[in-house]
């Protein structure tokens, strides 16, 4: 979404897969004529190559929900691969995505953030995408915006990576 940047240091690109960091363009450039977003948050996504089509994806949306609510599920989502530090408060389908409202008490590297935040995970051009919004713990959040704000965020990049014709 407008105002936010990729923080360069700690994104990465592989043939595995991508993780890519996104902060306020003017926290991460330190100038005051950087873009700055409407919403202060952390931004987060996981790319994964090798998902399957949107077809079979869709088929199997309510099979990954209940997956993500299993011991198994709750430790894939922790940030400490540990299911007893996540919660799924709750989870939901929009056009193809899966959103999923969760609380991981576990610590995020190099950031202090809410332990309540959003994910969604759709497929997009033949690779599972995981896209997250965090707020900062001294700039709390409403739920309803950090889902907004993830609404947004996966019509952006939608828009940006249009299905390969």
Not at 8 to 17: C, L, M, P, R, V
Not at 35 to 47: D, E, F, W
Not at 114 to 136: H, I, M, N, Q
Request: glycine share 6%.
């Amino acid at each position: 979404p407008r105002g936010y940047c990729v923080e360069t240091e700690a994104s990465k690109d592989t043939a595995e897969g991508a993780f890519v960091l996104f902060g306020s363009c003017a926290a991460l450039t330190g100038s005051t004529l950087a873009g700055r977003p409407r919403t202060a948050a952390v931004l987060t996504a996981v790319v994964t190559p090798g998902a399957p089509g949107a077809e079979t994806f869709r088929a199997s949306i309510d099979s990954l929900a209940a997956f993500l609510t299993s011991a198994d599920g709750r430790r894939a989502l922790s940030r400490s691969g540990r299911a007893e530090s996540v919660t799924i408060r709750q989870i939901s389908v929009s056009d193809d995505v899966l959103l999923v409202k969760l609380v991981d008490t576990a610590a995020l590297s190099g950031q202090d953030v809410d332990p309540e935040y959003w994910r969604a995970l759709f497929v997009l051009r033949g690779s599972y995408v995981t896209l997250s919004v965090l707020a900062l713990r001294d700039m709390p959040l409403m739920a309803d915006r950090k889902r907004a704000l993830l609404e947004e965020y996966v019509r952006r990049v939608r828009a940006e990576n249009p299905p390969s014709p």
